[in-house]
């Protein structure tokens, strides 16, 4: 047995990790670049200037702003809802279940663009207009799998008899719920809930066919780079979406690291 | 005596099979009552009836005068020691201990004080911050008993509450067991399938079989007079003879190996059969020998002594009169029998 993997390893890892983080170290360099229209290498000169443009831009605010509210909001849906489901699913047999699953599941597996078709339709048929609303729902159907995914797998690994036991020492189904259930699940929430918003802020298919006249980020980003001028300005963007998506990530990091002593110590009542 | 638990009729139909099938029965206060059977039998079904996770397809539970069949668990004053524990892994020893105080909006200093009055009852002091997954399956064990106990509910069902404990962990907890149902006064429903934890445990114990209480009786009365062979066979071990007896008629009767007298040689007298010596098991203080009688096997138990008896020789086995037991025609379960 050799302790050092042999230098073709090594070397196929490096290139690996190089073509997966490569495309990124490209943007944050593009995002200084003094050229606007093309991506000419070296750079003919570093500036800051594309940092207050972009922040300067109304119209970049607006779909980011627009895309936080979306992913937060088909964030709490599915969290209620994939919650629910997954404890009706974990308890109960009934006939079809199966079916009702898989197609619970569904949205997921389906090509985005058969999902926005098919909302798209949908939305037309019951006469409501493509809004802030629809681009929720279109977000929440395969955010809820996510949520769902991640609950269902943590009660299964949960005995039961926890759950009679807490009613058998005089607590109700909601006390049942809320010292029992939920931080047993409160990290499979976390990881669920963290899943489901990523998805929803960098959706696109689905939201072309449901967003009507409103823009999130990645449409606008679209948008933006068949425009001949301000290149950079995206790159900024990429670059600072990046660096706030980061906060959350290294927060549930600590948070599930630490989550035995999150939900034991002193119970509050 | 206060009867605690009243079953009349009571029945449990899961689909297509009767896992309760119609069983009656009556505990009175403070007593020590086992329900024991093969896995199966319906024994913690009625338990879990009696605790409100099963609803009764059929038939009445009265608890303590009050009719329960429709109360959900936390309405009854009844607690639970289950089987895998069902400790809360995010809290620790003592809020385990204390959550039937913290549900009903004890205080806290109030529900600590209870809680660690509770630990000590159950020898666990010290163990307070511990999480479950930090401690032995014994601890387990106690920490489940202490949080069940802090209510000090007037019944407390166990479901085969020693059944994941070593040997010699099982026979000490259930000497400690028995002594805190005599000092609680509590009356304790237990299910076990391991007979003899029930007989030494228990004021009374019903045998289950296929749904039904084949017999329940004191440990006494079913070690010496099993009415059917199911609890011969189960309740320790018997042989089960076939035959004429002059005094109780035709029929099937248990003998039980230690009343089985065993000599060398074919000597005729009363109460005796002659077969071939099969082998011979030493176990200590007692020895057993499988013997082959006209093509059925019957087992003798006696105490040990210095002489050995060749396997393959002709012996003669005997018994007094009184020592059979006549065995009901009927029983649940469509066993094979061995007759002589």
């Given at each position: 047995m050799t302790a050092k993997p042999s230098l073709a390893l090594r070397a196929t890892a490096i290139a690996g990790i190089v073509f997966l983080h490569f495309p990124l170290l490209v943007i944050l360099l593009y995002a200084f670049t003094t050229e606007d229209r093309t991506y000419q290498f070296p750079p003919p000169g570093l500036t800051l200037k594309w940092f207050g443009i972009a922040f300067a831009r109304a119209d970049m605010w607006d779909a980011l702003w627009l895309s936080v509210r979306v992913a937060a909001v088909a964030t709490l849906v599915a969290l209620v809802l994939g919650t629910m489901v997954a404890g009706a699913m974990y308890r109960f047999n009934f006939l079809g279940k199966d079916v009702i699953t898989l197609s619970f599941i569904?949205?997921?597996?389906?090509?985005?663009?058969?999902?926005?078709?098919?909302?798209?339709?949908?939305?037309?048929?019951?006469?409501?207009?493509?809004?802030?609303?629809?681009?929720?729902?279109?977000?929440?159907?395969?955010?809820?799998?996510t949520v769902y995914n991640n609950v269902v797998a943590r009660f299964r690994r949960m005995s039961y008899s926890q759950i009679e036991a807490s009613m058998d020492l005089g607590a109700d189904w909601f006390q049942t719920f809320r010292h029992v259930v939920l931080p047993s699940v409160a990290t499979a929430l976390l990881a669920g809930g963290m899943l489901a918003f990523a998805l929803s802020f960098d959706e696109v298919i689905v939201t072309t066919f449901t967003a009507g006249s409103d823009k999130t980020l990645p449409i606008w980003f679209l948008g933006e780079l068949f425009k001949p001028r301000e290149r950079p300005v995206t790159n900024v963007v990429a670059i600072f979406v990046t660096a706030v998506t980061f906060v959350p990530i290294l927060l549930s990091q600590r948070l599930t690291q630490s989550a035995e002593d999150l939900h034991g110590g002193g119970k509050t009542t | 005596?206060?009867?605690?638990?009243?079953?009349?009729?009571?029945?449990?139909?899961?689909?297509?099979?009767?896992?309760?099938?119609?069983?009656?029965?009556?505990?009175?206060?403070?007593?020590?009552?086992?329900?024991?059977?093969?896995?199966?039998?319906?024994?913690?079904?009625?338990?879990?009836?009696?605790?409100?996770?099963?609803?009764?397809?059929?038939?009445?539970?009265?608890?303590?005068?009050?009719?329960?069949?429709?109360?959900?668990?936390?309405?009854?004053?009844?607690?639970?020691?289950?089987?895998?524990?069902?400790?809360?892994?995010?809290?620790?020893?003592?809020?385990?201990?204390?959550?039937?105080?913290?549900?009903?909006?004890?205080?806290?200093?109030?529900?600590?004080?209870?809680?660690?009055?509770?630990?000590?009852?159950?020898?666990?002091?010290?163990?307070?911050?511990?999480?479950?997954?930090?401690?032995?399956?014994?601890?387990?064990?106690?920490?489940?008993?202490?949080?069940?106990?802090?209510?000090?509910?007037?019944?407390?069902?166990?479901?085969?509450?020693?059944?994941?404990?070593?040997?010699?962990?099982?026979?000490?907890?259930?000497?400690?067991?028995?002594?805190?149902?005599?000092?609680?006064?509590?009356?304790?429903?237990?299910?076990?399938?391991?007979?003899?934890?029930?007989?030494?445990?228990?004021?009374?114990?019903?045998?289950?079989?296929?749904?039904?209480i084949e017999q329940l009786d004191t440990p006494k009365g079913l070690y010496e007079y099993p009415r059917t062979e199911f609890v011969a066979r189960f309740v320790g071990s018997a042989n089960v003879l076939e035959g004429r007896l002059i005094s109780q008629g035709v029929g099937q009767f248990a003998l039980r190996p230690e009343r089985v007298r065993i000599t060398v040689g074919s000597e005729p007298k009363a109460n005796h059969l002659v077969g071939r010596l099969l082998d011979v098991h030493y176990l200590g203080s007692q020895t057993r020998y499988e013997v082959e009688v006209e093509g059925a096997r019957v087992t003798a138990l006696t105490t040990s002594d210095a002489t050995a008896l060749p396997i393959g020789s002709t012996v003669t086995l005997s018994w007094d009169a009184a020592s059979l037991r006549r065995l009901e025609d009927t029983t649940n379960s469509p066993r094979q029998k061995a007759s002589v």
């Open positions: 569904l949205p997921i597996a389906l090509p985005g663009i058969l999902t926005g078709i098919a909302l798209l339709t949908s939305i037309k048929r019951v006469g409501l207009e493509p809004s802030f609303w629809t681009i929720v729902i279109g977000h929440a159907t395969f955010c809820v799998v | 005596m206060q009867t605690a638990v009243q079953l009349n009729n009571l029945s449990c139909v899961f689909g297509s099979v009767r896992a309760v099938d119609g069983v009656s029965l009556e505990i009175g206060t403070g007593e020590f009552f086992s329900m024991l059977g093969p896995s199966g039998s319906g024994k913690t079904t009625c338990l879990r009836l009696i605790g409100g996770f099963e609803v009764p397809t059929g038939g009445y539970i009265v608890l303590f005068g009050q009719d329960a069949a429709k109360l959900p668990p936390y309405a009854r004053d009844v607690n639970t020691v289950f089987q895998d524990y069902a400790l809360f892994p995010h809290m620790n020893v003592l809020d385990n201990v204390a959550y039937a105080l913290m549900v009903r909006g004890v205080a806290r200093s109030e529900r600590y004080r209870r809680a660690g009055e509770m630990l000590e009852l159950v020898k666990l002091a010290g163990l307070e911050k511990r999480r479950p997954a930090q401690l032995s399956g014994g601890q387990r064990q106690r920490v489940a008993l202490a949080r069940a106990l802090i209510n000090r509910p007037k019944l407390l069902l166990l479901d085969e509450p020693l059944g994941a404990l070593d040997l010699k962990l099982r026979e000490e907890m259930q000497i400690e067991l028995k002594a805190l149902q005599r000092s609680l006064g509590i009356t304790f429903v237990y299910v076990t399938h391991d007979q003899s934890e029930a007989l030494s445990m228990s004021d009374r114990v019903a045998v289950f079989n296929y749904g039904k």
